[in-house]
Protein backbone atom coordinates (compact mmCIF):
# COMPACT_ATOMS: atom_id res chain seq x y z
CA UNK A 1 0.00 0.00 0.00
CA UNK A 2 1.09 3.54 -0.06
CA UNK A 3 4.22 5.24 1.88
CA UNK A 4 4.09 6.93 4.91
CA UNK A 5 0.84 6.46 5.94
CA UNK A 6 -0.84 6.45 9.59
CA UNK A 7 -3.41 4.09 11.25
CA UNK A 8 -7.24 3.29 10.90
CA UNK A 9 -9.23 0.37 11.19
CA UNK A 10 -11.25 -2.23 9.10
CA UNK A 11 -14.27 0.23 7.45
CA UNK A 12 -17.48 -0.43 9.45
CA UNK A 13 -17.32 -4.08 10.82
CA UNK A 14 -15.15 -6.18 13.02
CA UNK A 15 -13.48 -7.26 10.47
CA UNK A 16 -10.21 -4.18 11.16
CA UNK A 17 -7.39 -4.73 8.45
CA UNK A 18 -3.73 -3.41 9.22
CA UNK A 19 -2.16 -0.33 10.78
CA UNK A 20 1.10 0.41 9.03
CA UNK A 21 3.35 -1.87 10.34
CA UNK A 22 5.71 -0.88 13.25
CA UNK A 23 8.28 -2.92 14.57
CA UNK A 24 6.44 -5.24 17.27
CA UNK A 25 8.62 -8.41 16.85
CA UNK A 26 10.77 -9.05 20.67
CA UNK A 27 14.26 -8.13 20.05
CA UNK A 28 15.54 -11.62 19.71
CA UNK A 29 12.76 -12.54 17.15
CA UNK A 30 12.62 -9.48 15.20
CA UNK A 31 16.46 -10.04 14.57
CA UNK A 32 16.15 -13.29 12.82
CA UNK A 33 14.21 -11.99 10.30
CA UNK A 34 14.55 -11.32 6.91
CA UNK A 35 13.53 -8.22 5.31
CA UNK A 36 9.96 -8.35 3.39
CA UNK A 37 10.60 -10.14 -0.28
CA UNK A 38 8.49 -8.97 -3.18
CA UNK A 39 8.18 -10.76 -6.51
CA UNK A 40 9.84 -8.78 -9.10
CA UNK A 41 8.09 -7.30 -11.84
CA UNK A 42 8.01 -9.00 -15.41
CA UNK A 43 8.66 -7.19 -18.39
CA UNK A 44 5.25 -8.02 -19.41
CA UNK A 45 3.94 -6.76 -15.88
CA UNK A 46 5.77 -3.84 -16.34
CA UNK A 47 4.64 -3.18 -20.00
CA UNK A 48 0.60 -3.73 -18.59
CA UNK A 49 1.65 -0.98 -15.62
CA UNK A 50 2.87 1.30 -17.83
CA UNK A 51 -0.22 1.10 -19.97
CA UNK A 52 -2.45 1.25 -17.08
CA UNK A 53 -0.98 3.80 -15.14
CA UNK A 54 -1.45 5.88 -18.48
CA UNK A 55 -5.22 5.49 -18.43
CA UNK A 56 -5.97 6.18 -14.58
CA UNK A 57 -3.39 9.11 -14.51
CA UNK A 58 -5.55 10.76 -17.52
CA UNK A 59 -9.04 10.29 -15.58
CA UNK A 60 -7.83 10.70 -11.83
CA UNK A 61 -4.18 12.70 -11.46
CA UNK A 62 -3.95 12.11 -7.95
CA UNK A 63 -2.57 7.84 -9.31
CA UNK A 64 0.84 9.45 -9.84
CA UNK A 65 1.05 9.51 -6.46
CA UNK A 66 -1.04 7.48 -5.07
CA UNK A 67 -0.37 4.82 -7.03
CA UNK A 68 3.23 3.26 -7.32
CA UNK A 69 3.73 0.21 -10.14
CA UNK A 70 3.78 -2.77 -7.31
CA UNK A 71 0.39 -1.28 -6.19
CA UNK A 72 -0.82 -1.13 -10.11
CA UNK A 73 0.47 -4.96 -10.36
CA UNK A 74 -1.65 -5.73 -7.28
CA UNK A 75 -4.74 -4.60 -9.03
CA UNK A 76 -3.76 -6.01 -12.46
CA UNK A 77 -2.96 -9.64 -10.75
CA UNK A 78 -6.65 -9.30 -9.26
CA UNK A 79 -8.12 -8.69 -12.46
CA UNK A 80 -6.65 -11.50 -14.37
CA UNK A 81 -4.14 -8.60 -16.00
CA UNK A 82 -6.91 -6.89 -18.09
CA UNK A 83 -5.72 -3.50 -17.97
CA UNK A 84 -9.66 -2.37 -18.83
CA UNK A 85 -11.15 -4.15 -15.36
CA UNK A 86 -8.35 -2.95 -13.06
CA UNK A 87 -7.98 0.14 -14.45
CA UNK A 88 -11.87 0.80 -13.91
CA UNK A 89 -11.35 -1.12 -10.00
CA UNK A 90 -8.15 1.35 -9.13
CA UNK A 91 -10.57 4.29 -9.76
CA UNK A 92 -12.87 2.95 -7.99
CA UNK A 93 -10.51 2.57 -5.52
CA UNK A 94 -9.45 6.21 -5.62
CA UNK A 95 -12.84 7.78 -5.38
CA UNK A 96 -13.56 5.70 -2.30
CA UNK A 97 -10.42 7.11 -0.73
CA UNK A 98 -10.97 10.64 -1.41
CA UNK A 99 -14.57 10.57 -0.17
CA UNK A 100 -13.45 8.46 3.27
CA UNK A 101 -9.37 9.85 3.68
CA UNK A 102 -9.91 13.12 2.51
CA UNK A 103 -6.50 13.86 4.23
CA UNK A 104 -4.75 11.10 2.84
CA UNK A 105 -4.57 9.63 6.89
CA UNK A 106 -6.18 8.43 9.73
CA UNK A 107 -4.70 9.33 13.06
CA UNK A 108 -5.42 7.09 16.81
CA UNK A 109 -7.10 10.01 17.81
CA UNK A 110 -9.97 9.89 14.84
CA UNK A 111 -11.24 5.98 15.93
CA UNK A 112 -10.59 6.00 20.30
CA UNK A 113 -13.30 3.29 20.52
CA UNK A 114 -11.79 0.62 17.71
CA UNK A 115 -8.87 1.22 19.86
CA UNK A 116 -10.44 1.12 23.29
CA UNK A 117 -11.90 -2.41 22.27
CA UNK A 118 -8.52 -3.88 21.79
CA UNK A 119 -9.92 -6.17 19.16
CA UNK A 120 -6.33 -5.81 17.02
CA UNK A 121 -3.09 -7.14 18.09
CA UNK A 122 -0.38 -7.87 15.29
CA UNK A 123 3.08 -8.32 15.27
CA UNK A 124 5.47 -11.71 14.27
CA UNK A 125 5.64 -12.87 10.51
CA UNK A 126 4.72 -16.18 9.39
CA UNK A 127 7.24 -17.85 7.12
CA UNK A 128 6.64 -15.91 3.90
CA UNK A 129 7.46 -12.93 6.08
CA UNK A 130 4.22 -11.68 5.69
CA UNK A 131 2.91 -9.84 8.92
CA UNK A 132 0.87 -11.50 11.46
CA UNK A 133 -2.78 -10.15 12.17
CA UNK A 134 -5.05 -11.06 15.37
CA UNK A 135 -8.68 -10.48 15.31
CA UNK A 136 -11.05 -10.99 17.87
CA UNK A 137 -14.55 -11.01 16.80
CA UNK A 138 -16.05 -10.67 19.99
CA UNK A 139 -14.56 -7.77 21.05
CA UNK A 140 -16.21 -6.20 18.31
CA UNK A 141 -19.28 -3.66 18.82
CA UNK A 142 -20.97 -2.66 15.51
CA UNK A 143 -19.75 1.23 14.95
CA UNK A 144 -18.70 3.10 11.99
CA UNK A 145 -14.57 2.87 11.30
CA UNK A 146 -11.74 3.23 8.81
CA UNK A 147 -9.21 1.36 6.81
CA UNK A 148 -5.61 0.77 7.08
CA UNK A 149 -2.15 -0.04 5.54
CA UNK A 150 0.92 -1.64 5.44
CA UNK A 151 4.61 -0.72 5.65
CA UNK A 152 5.84 0.07 2.34
CA UNK A 153 7.36 -2.67 0.28
CA UNK A 154 5.12 -5.64 2.12
CA UNK A 155 2.52 -6.61 -0.63
CA UNK A 156 0.75 -8.81 1.83
CA UNK A 157 -0.49 -9.77 5.23
CA UNK A 158 -1.88 -12.78 7.29
CA UNK A 159 -4.92 -12.78 9.41
CA UNK A 160 -6.39 -14.87 12.67
CA UNK A 161 -9.65 -14.15 13.04
CA UNK A 162 -10.15 -15.76 16.30
CA UNK A 163 -14.61 -15.87 16.85
CA UNK A 164 -14.02 -17.49 20.61
CA UNK A 165 -17.02 -16.06 22.12
CA UNK A 166 -19.23 -14.54 19.50
CA UNK A 167 -22.37 -13.78 19.75
CA UNK A 168 -25.37 -12.20 18.00
CA UNK A 169 -24.15 -8.81 19.73
CA UNK A 170 -21.46 -8.48 17.44
CA UNK A 171 -23.07 -9.69 14.49
CA UNK A 172 -22.53 -6.85 11.74
CA UNK A 173 -23.68 -8.14 8.37
CA UNK A 174 -23.48 -5.21 6.88
CA UNK A 175 -20.66 -3.62 8.27
CA UNK A 176 -18.81 -7.43 7.18
CA UNK A 177 -20.04 -6.96 3.80
CA UNK A 178 -18.90 -3.07 3.65
CA UNK A 179 -15.38 -3.91 4.63
CA UNK A 180 -15.25 -7.30 1.99
CA UNK A 181 -16.23 -4.95 -0.80
CA UNK A 182 -13.06 -2.57 0.38
CA UNK A 183 -10.68 -5.49 1.04
CA UNK A 184 -11.81 -6.81 -2.46
CA UNK A 185 -12.29 -3.22 -4.61
CA UNK A 186 -9.66 -1.30 -2.82
CA UNK A 187 -7.24 -3.07 -1.41
CA UNK A 188 -6.57 -6.80 -3.66
CA UNK A 189 -3.70 -8.83 -3.51
CA UNK A 190 -3.16 -7.98 -0.29
CA UNK A 191 -4.84 -10.70 2.04
CA UNK A 192 -2.31 -13.92 1.57
CA UNK A 193 -4.26 -16.36 4.24
CA UNK A 194 -6.62 -16.08 7.30
CA UNK A 195 -7.26 -18.36 9.33
CA UNK A 196 -10.76 -18.47 11.08
CA UNK A 197 -10.52 -20.35 14.57
CA UNK A 198 -12.85 -20.75 17.57
CA UNK A 199 -15.69 -20.49 15.66
CA UNK A 200 -18.91 -21.14 17.18
CA UNK A 201 -21.90 -22.97 15.51
CA UNK A 202 -24.00 -19.37 15.48
CA UNK A 203 -20.79 -17.73 13.61
CA UNK A 204 -21.89 -19.94 10.26
CA UNK A 205 -25.41 -18.21 10.37
CA UNK A 206 -23.55 -15.04 9.66
CA UNK A 207 -21.40 -16.81 6.85
CA UNK A 208 -23.55 -18.09 4.84
CA UNK A 209 -24.83 -14.92 4.32
CA UNK A 210 -21.40 -13.62 3.81
CA UNK A 211 -19.61 -15.86 1.69
CA UNK A 212 -22.10 -15.95 -1.72
CA UNK A 213 -20.26 -12.31 -1.69
CA UNK A 214 -16.40 -13.47 -1.31
CA UNK A 215 -14.69 -13.77 -4.80
CA UNK A 216 -12.94 -16.97 -5.40
CA UNK A 217 -10.03 -15.72 -4.96
CA UNK A 218 -10.52 -14.68 -1.54
CA UNK A 219 -12.02 -18.00 -0.78
CA UNK A 220 -9.21 -19.91 -1.49
CA UNK A 221 -7.26 -17.97 0.94
CA UNK A 222 -9.92 -18.60 4.18
CA UNK A 223 -8.92 -21.64 6.10
CA UNK A 224 -11.33 -22.54 8.70
CA UNK A 225 -9.10 -24.70 11.54
CA UNK A 226 -10.25 -27.59 14.34
CA UNK A 227 -9.23 -26.38 18.31
CA UNK A 228 -7.40 -29.87 18.24
CA UNK A 229 -5.29 -28.99 15.08
CA UNK A 230 -4.52 -25.61 15.85
CA UNK A 231 -1.29 -25.04 16.98
CA UNK A 232 0.05 -27.24 14.30
CA UNK A 233 -1.89 -25.65 11.49
CA UNK A 234 -0.19 -22.67 12.64
CA UNK A 235 3.18 -24.17 12.68
CA UNK A 236 3.04 -25.26 9.31
CA UNK A 237 3.10 -21.09 8.06
CA UNK A 238 4.47 -19.57 11.33
CA UNK A 239 7.80 -20.61 13.16
CA UNK A 240 6.89 -20.79 16.82
CA UNK A 241 9.19 -17.65 17.82
CA UNK A 242 7.03 -15.40 15.74
CA UNK A 243 3.61 -17.24 16.89
CA UNK A 244 1.55 -15.82 19.16
CA UNK A 245 1.65 -16.93 22.69
CA UNK A 246 -2.02 -17.34 23.17
CA UNK A 247 -1.82 -20.49 20.09
CA UNK A 248 1.38 -22.11 22.03
CA UNK A 249 3.95 -19.72 20.55
CA UNK A 250 6.50 -17.12 22.10
CA UNK A 251 5.18 -14.05 20.81
CA UNK A 252 2.99 -12.29 23.24
CA UNK A 253 -0.01 -10.39 22.00
CA UNK A 254 0.31 -6.51 22.19
CA UNK A 255 -2.54 -4.17 21.07
CA UNK A 256 -1.81 -2.62 17.32
CA UNK A 257 -1.96 0.99 18.85
CA UNK A 258 1.28 -0.38 21.12
CA UNK A 259 2.57 -2.05 19.01
Given at each position: ?10 A ?34 Q????I ?5 E ?105 L ?19 L ?10 V ?28 V ?7 R???L ?5 S ?12 V?I???
Amino acid sequence: MEPNKKMGTAAGNGWSMIEEEKQSATPAAASTMSPPETDAITAEEQNKVGIMRAVVEAQDPSAKELGDDLMLRRFLRAREMDIEKASALFLKYLSWRHSFIPSGSILDADIPNELAQQKLYMQGHDKQNRPIVVAYGAKHKPQKSTLEELKPGQEKFMAIADLQGWGYTNSDIRGYLAALSILQDCYPERLGKVFMVHSPYIFMTAWKVIYPFIDPKTKKKIVFVENKNLRDTFLEDIDESQLPDVYGGMLPLVPIQDA
